[in-house]
């Protein structure tokens, strides 16, 4: 008994506070792997980051102005930034509904309800000329101008109804050239006439011909006369004939 009073009275008498028990130790291994998960972990999105603000198909109509052309393959994105998510495409040709808001480079459209966002110099008020496929007549082997010549006045006057392209003669061979085929003495040649002169630069026109008369605007901004040919077809009563640069179109 006196033994143990003793062995008591030298611990109180040395006053030092006992030690608190260790901690454990730390497992290097598993704080790694939990760390490393931390770091391949996806990140958070906020969707509500790229949210248009109108909610509601109603809303969205007031908003629409107009609409316009899509005149090559456009992305609707969600914000006016080309980091901005794509959502959707629309093909060359097809419309969109525009707001008439306008971005820096950026267009407001209305698409499935909600206010989105194209490149400006996407869309236009009209399709180029020669932008759309003519259902009659060949492509094949024509130069890029001749096929815009081609599709221009397939488009502007659908009453013509047969075109000449490829042929083994001269700059039809090379596919430079092309007759519009209307008719001997039909009056809408000089229409078509008029319409290539007016738009020769946006179409890569070299010259035309038409009723026995050349317009080949590098020499002469007047219509001259030709020799008599033999027949209304060599004359070209019948048609206009147009010849292209190949490629050059603006």
Not at 24 to 33: E, G, I
Not at 48 to 57: F, Y
Not at 135 to 150: F, H
Not at 197 to 219: D, H, K, M, V
Request: aromatic share 4%; charged share 20%; net charge negative.
């Amino acid at each position: 008994m006196t033994l143990v009073v003793a062995g008591a009275l030298v611990v109180s008498h040395d006053g030092a506070a006992p030690e608190a028990a260790a901690a454990p130790k730390q497992d290097l291994f598993a704080v790694s792997a939990d760390r490393r998960a931390e770091a391949q972990a996806p990140a958070t999105v906020s969707r509500s980051a790229e949210r248009a603000p109108v909610t509601n198909e109603a809303a969205a109509e007031d908003k629409v102005e107009g609409t316009r052309f899509a005149v090559v393959p456009v992305e609707i994105h969600a914000a006016p930034k080309e980091s901005s998510p794509v959502l959707a495409k629309v093909d060359s040709g097809e419309t969109v509904d525009i707001t008439g808001v306008v971005k820096g480079d950026w267009a407001q459209i209305i698409h499935k309800g909600l206010p989105r966002w194209v490149p400006a110099k996407s869309i236009a008020t009209e399709m180029p000329l020669g932008s759309s496929p003519c259902p009659i007549g060949s492509e094949g082997g024509l130069q890029p101008d001749t096929v815009k010549v081609l599709r221009a006045v397939c488009a502007k006057f659908p009453e013509v109804r047969a075109y000449g392209g490829i042929a083994g003669r001269g700059e039809h061979a090379t596919g430079h050239a092309l007759d519009i085929m209307v008719g001997n003495g039909n009056p809408i040649g000089n229409d078509i006439a008029a319409f290539l002169q007016e738009n020769r630069a946006e179409l890569g026109i070299e010259y035309l011909i038409w009723r026995q008369r050349i317009w080949r605007p590098s020499t002469s901004g007047a219509w001259r006369g030709m020799s008599n040919r033999g027949s209304a077809t060599a004359n070209h009563m019948d048609h206009v004939h147009v010849t292209t640069f190949g490629n050059a179109a603006g």
